[in-house]
């Protein structure tokens, strides 16, 4: 790990370093970890916020953005796009969902806007996109949980040696995880059934239509 300068780091895109999120350069899954589950496609919506998610089946034009190891995995790939409770579309992702263990996983891999589509390409080639996973428990009543790794958690870890894995630090001291998919994957399997490990908060989604 080495500390960099903020004036030449990278930028991450949406705002992914801000509040409580842990975001990764590298997904937490390889091939043989996506599997996929009808039962997300369609409208889904948080009651405390009203804000609203639809799971679709990736298109073909929105594959055109991906690399070609994720274009092997179409089939398996979810669009994501989430509104308020206005209906105003906030931002959209790619979502894996990844087994790990006999636990459930999704992975966000953030989509292109149409704001950014108008960036000239100077200025794109600043952005970097990040990967953010959270743990997904079917509840079977028609709602599905989501839970949020804590980053806290991860930085005193890594701050009492008490875990080697790769990362990088900001000047303003955010933490940003550098690690291969191996390295998260062995994270995730030894710290999947420790409390501790996650955000305190659940996001409950349950089914429109």
């Keep these: 790990m080495k500390k960099i300068s903020a004036a030449v780091a990278i930028i991450v895109l949406l705002s992914l370093l801000s509040g409580c999120l842990f975001p990764s350069l590298h997904p937490i899954f390889t091939d043989k970890d996506l599997v996929f589950n009808k039962t997300l496609l369609g409208n889904w919506i948080d009651p405390k916020t009203n804000d609203r998610v639809l799971f679709e089946n990736v298109s073909p034009k929105d594959l055109e953005e991906l690399t ?5 995995q179409a089939d398996k790939i979810y ?3 989430n509104k308020d409770a206005r209906g105003n579309i906030k ?4 979502g894996f969902l990844v087994k ?3 636990k459930y996983y999704l992975d966000y891999y953030p989509a292109e806007t149409e704001k950014k589509k108008n960036y000239d390409e100077f200025f794109t080639q600043h952005f970097v996109k990040m990967h953010l996973f959270y743990n997904i428990q079917f509840t079977g009543n028609g709602s599905f949980e989501l839970k ?3 980053k806290g958690f991860l930085e ?3 701050k009492n040696k008490q875990i080697r ?4 630090i900001m000047d303003d001291g955010t933490y940003f995880i550098t690690a291969s998919t191996e390295e998260l994957q062995q994270y995730i399997l030894k710290y999947s059934d420790v409390p501790k490990a996650y955000e305190e908060d659940t996001i ?4 429109i239509n």
């Design 68 to 72: 070609p190891v994720f274009k092997k």
């Design 79 to 81: 669009m994501l796009t």
């Design 91 to 94: 931002s959209r992702y790619y």
């Design 100 to 102: 790990l263990g006999n």
């Design 148 to 150: 949020q790794f804590d």
């Design 156 to 158: 005193e870890l890594i």
């Design 165 to 168: 894995i790769k990362h990088e």
């Design 204 to 207: 409950t989604y349950s089914k």
